[in-house]
């Protein structure tokens, strides 16, 4: 035997049912899914937006924050500083990072700022007398290994000494009490 008409009918709702309780189902996922996406999308925009454009037009020089390994190049109108292989550059409360002078600037959450740049003095603009400029191919050549071998708390320390008037069987220019020209070798 057959269906009837009333069992056809009722499979034919059956799946109707079934069909609009997955649409339903996926509608409210969709919704979902973009409602969030707006809300987030807003936030991002709010917190996240870059600071304003400074183009600086030459690979800077910049100049070692004394007693520290963190760089700032000087005489522009913004603050752009160097550290560890990235630039940072502070901008209503917030900080930014990118891997050029120039940006892009992508926004760095508070505890993602490393500590050397958060802690620097207020000053640390003014150039202390004998602090040199270094060129921009120098600092992306060597900033590492001068952080690794601790290059300029030898350099703070030699200069610190000269300060005090200790220079440890050197003088000022450098000679010491060896045997002179020949240091070290047999004569």
């Known amino acids: 035997m057959g269906i009837t008409y009333t069992q056809a009918r009722r499979r034919k709702v059956m799946q109707i049912a079934k069909l609009a309780t997955l649409l339903v189902g996926i509608l409210l996922i969709v919704i979902g899914w973009i409602g969030h996406s707006g809300a987030e999308v807003n936030v991002n925009v709010g917190v996240f ?27 522009i109108e913004v603050d752009i500083l160097f550290y560890h292989g990235y630039w940072w550059r502070p901008y209503e409360g917030r900080w930014y990072r990118s891997r050029s002078y120039n940006g892009p600037w992508g926004y760095i959450r ?60 050197h003088d000022d220019r450098g000679e010491g009490h060896g045997r002179g020209e020949r240091h070290g070798e047999d004569r």
């Open 110 to 169: 508070s505890e993602g700022v490393p500590n050397a740049i958060r802690s620097l003095p207020p000053d640390y603009r003014r150039v202390p007398p004998g602090h040199e400029r270094i060129p921009h191919e120098q600092l992306k050549k060597n900033w590492g290994r001068w952080e690794k071998e601790r290059y300029w708390d030898r350099r703070e320390d030699r200069q610190d000494m000269r300060d005090r008037g200790e220079h440890k069987g």
């Open 49 to 75: 937006a870059p600071p304003p454009a400074y183009v600086v037009p030459a690979p800077p020089p910049v100049v070692v924050i004394p007693g520290s390994y963190v760089y700032f190049v000087p005489e």
